[in-house]
């Protein structure tokens, strides 16, 4: 979710460490029509490895060497994201700048917790903290603005994972997030209008 991040030295998300993951969904900073993903590495040696798992775990057609399978990424989505790769640092210039108006706007209310920022963040969301968060949600869709509640639950109560083990943290903060609109074809009347209706909310 991160593509286009900087980090504390200046060098971009995804070059840290021996690979890197990104995502192309549609509503990520980068995305194609579908689904789609890749991976960076400048480690040989695990780059064929990576090739070999996305085409059925083959470097010759048909003679199996890894489990894999078929995670190919598309010709057209390929395509579609070539076309769009030299728009992304302007669209995330204006997340940032959606950010910042949010940060410089929304502080001080209570009960409203604020994302922290650091330079180089990309914002792919912008996500707030309240205990009024239903409440929340509700009054924005009845105002017709757009909010998402991003993995509402936490993955130790997955059933995949459920255990009974018990994270309270976790499970608090997944019941107060939401996120509010920061893409970048955001006009600035708009990301008013989302600030005027929060602060009516609470009252301020």
Not at 70 to 83: H, M, Y
Not at 127 to 151: E, P, Q, W
Not at 169 to 182: G, L, Q, R, Y
Request: with cysteine; proline share 4%.
């Amino acid at each position: 979710q991160s593509m286009g991040s900087r980090f504390k030295n200046g060098n971009l998300v995804g070059t840290y460490g021996d690979v890197g993951t990104f995502s192309f969904f549609p509503a990520k900073n980068l995305g194609c029509f579908g689904d789609g993903g890749a991976v960076v590495t400048d480690n040989d040696i695990l780059a064929q490895k990576i090739r070999m798992i996305r085409v059925h775990g083959s470097k010759i057609k048909y003679k199996h060497e890894l489990l894999g399978g078929n995670f190919r990424l598309d010709t057209i989505q390929a395509a579609f994201l070539s076309v769009l790769l030299p728009e992304l640092d302007n669209w995330i210039e204006k997340r940032r700048q959606n950010a910042q108006y949010y940060l410089e706007n929304l502080q001080n209310i209570e009960n409203l917790m604020l994302p922290m920022t650091c330079e180089g963040h990309s914002w792919n969301q912008f996500t707030l903290r309240t205990s009024k968060r239903d409440h929340l949600k509700n009054y924005l869709d009845a105002c017709k603005i757009g909010s998402a509640i991003y993995y509402p639950i936490p993955l130790h109560r997955q059933k995949i994972f459920e255990e009974g083990v018990k994270l309270p943290n976790a499970e608090k903060i997944c019941n107060e997030v939401i996120s509010i609109p920061v893409y970048p074809g955001l006009r600035a009347d708009e990301r008013t209008h989302v600030v005027t209706k929060i602060r009516n909310f609470y009252g301020v």
